[in-house]
């Protein structure tokens, strides 16, 4: 199932004049006194790009704007007739916050802007951004930020209703950017990766989104391969038998309780001439539906647990990206899937698993399985070979008690945490690095095995931090890694904001291809 897109085009014609169904403008909020020449009235200060549309409102636009109720907050959208002042009968003025002191406004909030503006205009089929660029370095950057925002706020799930809806409108189908000079190589460019890394998130949410009975391991693994075969990357996909056979213990136990086996989906992109020859390793965490096993979940909010894996669905869609940008670096993803149910079947609390690269695990709750699979596939990933492993899961609910449901947390090699929260902060995906301490270790120790799956007393301090510790036993010394919960920022359950929508989010794709885009430039 695939939502309808958005296409996204430059433009240099006159705001004022082009023709579109509604066209977007920036207002700040001031408390500043009115000054003659300073484009604002009241507590409204118009961003650029808006000049030729406050000089057709004859200099009353912010005024306007003010009666309707415009305060310039971040992501509020005033709408406003324009009753033929401009050629766009619909105004829409989203607000930006206060005015930066001698620069453009950061990039995410730009970002969330034209996420937040596109979606208000759903029913509207073309739309123009007039939104403050900077005529410096960081024109590109906000230019990207513009981009991505624009498409990810139009995004709308397709969804499974079968009556038409009277009061549902459809979400802007195109959109375009009022930039200086349309044909300009570099803000084309920036289009054009806009678009691939937009399709990567839209396509993770669509699979996040899609209902977990369509999307049982045998059929997302499907999925995956064929766009994966589609783009032209290497394609290999492990069923039960040859993971019972190649010594998967983790996946194997993890998905035997189902009716729908386990699966192991390994992408490999490699560039012509071998690129930079440093090589990534990414994991995802696969879990269709995690009912917690044996250990089974409370029954409330369990229906959430279908986005337990968003983590599978970033790194799968981030190697369409990959295949699309072309980065000169060789990427290999491995996508383990399970279906983690109760049966007759389940691997129990008790059991004791001998995973791929040979540790002996002592299970002590089913609902810790996300470690359990994500062990195996880095094992093998360290196998293979790689100099960098990013990880990323719905691992805990001890990162949204730490960090919340918009900061992922960030356990491994220190220097490539600091990495992954740099590319955070980049692209608006933020993380922070938290610490693996030797006493949660410690804690962790079992009688039986080489290491028991939680705390052996299973106190849930650290939560966040077991889960970490766990994951370390399998990457080998000589491998940087970075593992990355978004237990929250992976789903949004909220109201939409900015340029997410409820459910699936498409965290961390952007931080993934960001970091790509850094080992292949800076080794």
């Known amino acids: 199932m695939t939502s309808p897109s958005t296409t996204l085009s430059l433009v240099d014609t006159d705001p004022a004049e082009l023709a579109v169904d509604a066209i977007v403008i920036g207002v700040h909020s001031t408390t500043g006194e009115p000054a003659a020449t300073s484009g604002f009235a009241g507590t409204l200060l118009l961003a650029t790009g808006a000049e030729s549309i406050a000089a057709a409102f004859d200099g009353k636009l912010t005024e306007t704007l003010a009666l309707?109720?415009?305060?310039?907050?971040p992501g509020e959208v005033i709408k406003l007739a324009t009753l033929g002042t401009v050629t766009a009968p619909v105004i829409a003025a989203v607000g930006l916050g206060p005015e930066p002191s001698g620069a453009a406004p950061a990039p995410e909030t730009l970002r969330r802007a034209a996420g937040a503006a596109v979606r208000s205009?759903?029913?509207a089929p073309r739309v123009a951004l007039a939104l403050p660029l900077p005529d410096d370095a960081d024109a590109i950057e906000a230019l990207r930020a513009v981009a991505e925002g624009a498409l990810l706020g139009g995004y709308r799930f397709a969804g499974y209703k079968t009556r038409p809806q009277p009061t549902r409108r459809e979400p802007v189908a195109e959109v375009l950017v009022a930039v200086p000079d349309a044909a300009d190589a570099g803000a084309?460019?920036?289009?054009?990766?806009?678009?691939?890394?937009?399709d990567a998130v839209r396509r993770t949410r669509d699979w996040v989104n899609i209902a977990p009975n369509e999307l049982r391991p045998p059929a997302f693994a499907d999925s995956v391969a064929e766009a994966a075969r589609a783009a032209g990357l290497e394609v290999e996909v492990l069923d039960e038998v040859a993971l019972r056979e190649g010594g998967y213990g983790g996946i194997t136990a993890v998905g035997q309780g189902s009716e729908a086996p386990p699966r192991l989906v390994k992408l490999t992109w490699t560039p012509d001439g071998g690129g930079t020859g440093k090589r990534v390793a990414l994991v995802g965490k696969g879990i269709t539906f995690d009912t917690g096993g044996i250990s089974i979940k409370p029954a409330q909010g369990m229906w959430e647990m279908k986005s337990d894996m968003a983590g599978a669905a970033a790194v799968a869609a981030t190697m369409l990206a990959v295949a699309e940008l072309k980065p000169a670096v060789t990427v290999t993803a491995y996508v383990p899937m399970a279906e983690n149910m109760p049966s007759g079947t389940s691997y129990r609390p008790g059991d004791v698993i001998s995973m791929y690269n040979?540790?002996?695990?002592?299970?002590?709750?089913?609902?810790?399985e996300g470690r359990m699979i994500l062990g195996d596939a880095m094992a093998r990933a360290c196998e293979d070979g790689c100099d960098y492993l990013f990880e990323t899961s719905t691992l805990t609910g001890g990162q949204v008690v730490s960090l919340g449901k918009r900061i992922s947390g960030v356990m491994g090699t220190a220097e490539l945490c600091e990495r992954v929260r740099e590319a955070g902060d980049a692209v608006g995906e933020p993380a922070w690095p938290m610490p693996l301490p030797d006493d949660v270790r410690k804690g962790m120790d079992s009688e039986v095995a080489d290491i028991s799956q939680v705390n052996a007393g299973m106190d849930r301090a650290g939560h966040m931090l077991q889960g970490g510790v766990f994951l370390r036993e399998f990457v080998t010394d000589e491998v940087a890694w970075a593992h990355i919960d978004i237990a929250g920022p992976a789903y949004h359950s909220g109201e939409a904001t900015g340029y997410w929508t409820k459910g699936g989010t498409g965290v961390p794709v952007r931080t993934l291809l960001h970091l790509i885009d850094d080992v292949a430039a800076n080794g």
């Open 121 to 123: 205009l759903a029913g």
């Open 68 to 73: 309707l109720g415009a305060t310039g907050g």
């Open 188 to 198: 084309q460019a920036e289009i054009t990766r806009a678009r691939t890394v937009a």
């Open 358 to 368: 040979g540790k002996k695990v002592e299970v002590l709750n089913t609902d810790a």
